[in-house]
């Protein structure tokens, strides 16, 4: 019966996403393809993976390469050729995070953390947490993203409260990161099908999509700092369209503006004012567009538009119009480069 139900589901979300759309679809806007770039510079690896290197430490957010088809919905597992070919060994990488516990975000990271980062540690919602329980052993260090994360008052506003012990600091200095309240987007058949929470370790990682529950939403801040502690950068990076005020960063109080937003691109439409409202309280030098790509495919030499994602371009006119004029907005081929804005 349960295996009906799902199989009905996953029908309606097939028949509502539909298929992936051509490049056409984006309109004018030029995909950014850049490489050997000099540091600082964040690395995309597709959907809402990147690696930033900064001094001799490197941050990674939610790296995924499996990229499932709609038929492996109900059997999920790493495809580890696809995350040895795509992830590169980064033993400097000292912090690995991660927004939310679906599968698009989560499905690989126990695999790189076990072979790609061996001295990262691993920041997310407890939920995410005991899903990874499943493969990283009990000795590797993890920290419970939730007790920092900066909170929202009220459903409405005004913006999250950072707390004050609200960063999580990297080991060597080079990088701070704080976990913000945030909240996620329905997907393109508007029911629930994803949230839900684990309270215990897992004994091995979720087969179906369903079971990659969401757990507590995150966006974070992340601080570049120099030898004296010192903010060179702040980037604020999420992974699901999140609804005003969810996700939006706290004043840490240093009166620090954001230079770059990390903005994904998914479900935005099914968002009210997103992401007009997040823009206009950042108003950053540099947008960078991820999670706009189809991630059904294996193959990130034949790019297509997310299936089911209404009129992409729109978002970027939204962006474009909302942002200073000097502002940039990128919207990156997976595999390629982004340069941080100029200081
Ligand atoms: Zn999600």
Redesign the pocket.
Known sequence: MRWMLMVLVLMLMLMTAGCAQDLSQLGPIKLSDEHKLTQPKLEYFGVAGFRLRWRDEAVVFDPFFSRPSPLQLLWLTPDVKRIKDGMPRTPEATMLLVG?A?Y??LLDVAWVLNHKTPNATFYGSRTAGHILRAEVSAEREFEDAEQKMAWLPGPNGPRPIAREDGWFKSKKGAFRAMPIQSS?AP?VTQIDL?GGSYQQDLKTLPKSFRNWK?GQ?LAWLVDLLDENGKTVYRIHFQ??SSEEPYGFPPDPGDNRGIDVVILPV?SWIQVKRYPQALIEATQPKLVVLCHWEDFFSGDPDDLKVLRGEKDEYALYRIVRTTLPQASQIVMPKPFSEIALPPL
């Open positions: 939310h679906h698009d975000h996620h997907n994803m969401e939403t992974d699901s998914a």
